[in-house]
């Protein structure tokens, strides 16, 4: 917590033009750009806004450029455009069967969303935020496909959707202990997805963030200047495809996970 | 944890997070998708179609080479049988020749040897003649007496006999 002081504390001597050293969380401070008031909750254009804005503007460009002119045989652009989208295309065919490609869609909005925001908080120098970092902001995804599902789930099976949670072939008293489980387990879904996003997302920028801070004091060393700040700035370099790795895996996580819960939805397992 | 500072974090992060996400969802990803899903999917038609028709001529190329095959060996086995009914009876006919010649042929030699039998016949006749005639004027210079022809005829017959 004394970490969180020292941020905000930060904060207050950057105002001043002041210089001092950020500490590992200071990057997932939340920075008000214009403040905002809608019917009551705050609702101001943040950091975290800005840098979901510009992902969607690149996802935007990716887009519109890449479907600009569709032809049979795609250009780049098309190309890279349709290699994500058949990417999505076939997890939803494996894991939902031929009823998926409906939702394709709205899985492939999720996945580049997840994906562009958490490459665009890899970005060195610029100030870069991660939105994904932030648990409101997964855990408004989460929910997202969470509502999807149940939508879908009722609307294709009606009160039949609760047989999803009901074991086949056991005596009443078991199946009811087991029911319990699985509707525990299922509205458990939105928070573990929600967690994971942000949890992973977080952990990788805290280790960036330390390990720079060892390059900084490690390299200031009196005696012999740089040379003890090369060892952490390799581990950083390191870090950081580890960490690009890690954007790519946890967006295909996401939208993995987002179509296993709609196969439940679709075909009730 | 600034995220976990939910008071001021968490609803205008929510706020913008629906609003963006209503315009990507909305504004870009239901504007372009459709478009290229339609193009993706003429293209996976048009390669099914593709393959299907090649499917179809490589049969039909099977089928026509399958022909020809069966064309060519017909005509090999016909080629075959016309060549030795051919032979036959070329073989046939050379024999024919070669009997007639061999006819004509062993005529001739039967002529041939009547003919030879014939001269050396005549010609014992002449020998039979000259060697009395030259028995006789043998014979009439040794002892000045003629014997006579017919005597020395029968000599001559008697030796030639005992010859021959």
Redesign the interface.
């Known amino acids: 917590m004394h970490r969180?002081g020292l941020?905000v504390n930060c904060q207050t001597i950057r105002k001043n033009k002041g210089f001092c050293m950020a500490g590992p969380?200071h990057q997932?401070?939340?920075a008000?750009l214009k403040p905002?008031e809608?019917a009551g909750?705050?609702?101001?254009?943040?950091n975290?806004?800005l840098w979901?804005?510009i992902a969607?503007g690149v996802?935007?460009v990716f887009?519109?450029v890449?479907?600009a002119r569709?032809?049979?045989v795609?250009g780049r652009w098309?190309a890279a455009?349709?290699y994500v989208?058949?990417f999505v295309r076939n997890m939803l065919d494996e894991n939902v069967g031929p009823e998926g490609r409906r939702y394709?869609?709205?899985i492939?909005?999720i996945f580049?969303?997840v994906l562009i925001c958490n490459l665009l908080g890899l970005l060195p120098w610029v100030g870069a935020f991660t939105?994904t970092?932030?648990?409101?902001?997964t855990l408004?995804?989460a929910f997202?496909v969470f509502t999807v599902v149940c939508i879908v789930g009722f609307w294709r099976h009606g009160l039949h959707f609760f047989s999803l949670f009901w074991p086949k072939d056991t005596n009443i008293a078991l199946g009811l202990f087991v029911f319990l489980i699985e509707v525990l387990s299922f509205l458990s879904r939105p928070f573990t997805l929600a967690i994971r996003l942000?949890a992973n997302m977080?952990a990788g920028h805290v280790l960036l963030k330390v390990f720079g801070t060892f390059v900084v004091t490690l390299g200031s060393f009196g005696a012999l200047p740089y040379v003890f700040g090369v060892l952490p700035l390799a581990v950083n370099v390191a870090l950081t495809a580890l960490e690009l790795l890690i954007a790519v895996v946890q967006a295909y996580v996401f939208a993995l996970l987002a179509s296993l819960y709609l196969n439940d939805a679709v075909n009730l397992h | 944890m600034p995220q976990f500072d939910f008071a001021n974090v968490f609803w205008p992060q929510l706020f913008w997070l629906t609003a963006l996400f209503a315009v990507l969802y909305f504004g870009i990803i239901r504007t372009t998708l459709p478009r290229l899903s339609k193009v993706m999917d003429e293209r996976e038609d048009r390669i099914t179609a593709d393959l299907a028709s090649a499917r179809e001529a490589k049969e039909m190329s099977d089928r026509v080479a399958e022909e020809y095959q069966a064309e060519i060996n017909r005509s090999r086995e016909e080629a075959r049988g016309k060549l030795a009914a051919a032979k036959l009876e070329a073989a046939k006919a050379s024999k024919k020749r070669l009997a007639a010649a061999d006819k004509r042929l062993s005529a001739k030699v039967a002529e041939a040897e009547q003919q030879i039998s014939a001269a050396r016949n005549a010609a014992n006749a002449a020998l039979r003649d000259i060697a009395a005639e030259g028995a006789e004027a043998i014979v009439a210079r040794l002892t000045g007496d003629a014997p006579g022809r017919k005597a020395a005829l029968a000599r001559v017959d008697a030796i030639l006999g005992g010859v021959n």
């Open positions: 969180l941020a969380m997932f401070e939340i008000t905002l809608l909750y705050d609702a101001s254009f943040t975290s806004s979901m804005a969607i996802i935007g887009m519109f890449g479907t569709p032809q049979l795609p098309q455009v349709e989208y058949d394709a869609p709205l492939f909005a580049m969303f939105p970092s932030h648990i409101s902001v408004g995804l997202l942000f977080t």
